[in-house]
């Protein structure tokens, strides 16, 4: 299979290609990516001569560049985004661009070229907070809720994706992760930050009063479901993905 991954260069995105090209040797992936501040193509130094992996660097949100790469493609995987919550506090417009806008023109293409598979990466901050005393947790039934500038983004592009299933037959699936740690993650994010205070000698930044319930999950972990989902489930349909071993309530 000929697969776009958008977002390729980033945290992520990174992860996922060298797990997919390890786990489907038999498949191309095209990298598609603006590098921005948060893309690294070092991530990807140790495959960049594999002839089953390229490289383009666009916008999501530039129609015809995005329309010539899905056109060669049989399948999308969509990773890109403005990830960090702190920076959609101080430029919100942005988030609304990219995550909002980007995602509807990669639909938009998909519809055209008649793409078999639209997976949408997303997060289980579109959810909202869960107070550290509770005894749920998030699943595929719990009400939208998204609190910074990033979630609601993120809310909206699954919306969107959910929107081109219903309306157009897009075959898509979507994927809501808790947070995840591990290689190739940008220094600015919590737990890098945290690892490289404490190297330091600073001391480590909660954010809120630390009183909420955080789920941390390894990204190989969460490209492990995202290849799951990506490939045996049914279009139209969304998954929780978590860490969190312990069955809270059901
Ligand atoms: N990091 C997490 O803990 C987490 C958890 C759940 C879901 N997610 C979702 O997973 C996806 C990837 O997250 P990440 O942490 O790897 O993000 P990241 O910020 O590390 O990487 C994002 C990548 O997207 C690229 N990009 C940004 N704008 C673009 C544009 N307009 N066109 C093309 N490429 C663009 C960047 O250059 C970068 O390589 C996001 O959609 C995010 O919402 C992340």
């Known amino acids: 299979m000929k697969i776009l991954v958008t977002g390729g260069a980033g945290f992520i995105g990174s992860n ?51 329309d010539e790469v899905v056109s060669k493609v049989e399948a999308i995987i969509h990773f890109a985004a403005e990830s960090h919550v702190d920076r959609s506090i101080l430029d919100p417009l942005i988030f609304t661009k990219t995550n909002i806008m980007g995602t509807q023109v990669l639909l938009e293409a998909a519809k ?32 939208y809720n998204p609190h910074s500038p990033y979630a609601a ?46 190297l330091i000698g600073q001391k480590v930044k909660i954010y809120g009063d630390g009183k909420y319930v955080r789920d941390w999950l390894h990204v190989i972990d969460h490209c492990r479901a995202i290849d799951l989902v990506f490939l045996k489930a049914a279009p139209g349909s969304t998954y929780c993905v978590g860490g969190m071993t312990k069955d809270v309530n059901t």
């Open 153 to 198: 983004s993120k809310a909206s592009s699954d919306h969107i994706v959910r929107a081109y299933f219903d309306t157009f037959n897009v075959p898509i699936t979507i994927t809501n992760c808790s947070n995840n740690f591990g290689p190739y993650q940008d220094p600015e994010k919590f737990m890098p930050r945290l690892i490289t205070n404490l």
């Open 16 to 66: 996922f290609i060298h797990y997919w090209l390890e786990n489907h040797p038999e498949d191309e992936i095209i990298n598609f990516d603006l590098l921005t501040y948060a893309g690294h193509l070092e991530s990807l130094q140790s495959i960049k001569d594999n002839p089953h992996y390229s490289f383009v660097q666009g916008d999501i949100t530039d129609a015809k560049a995005v």
């Open 112 to 143: 055209k070229y008649g793409i078999k598979k639209f997976h949408h990466v997303s997060t289980d901050e579109v959810f909202g907070a869960l107070p550290l005393d509770s005894d749920t947790k998030f699943n595929e039934t719990t009400p």
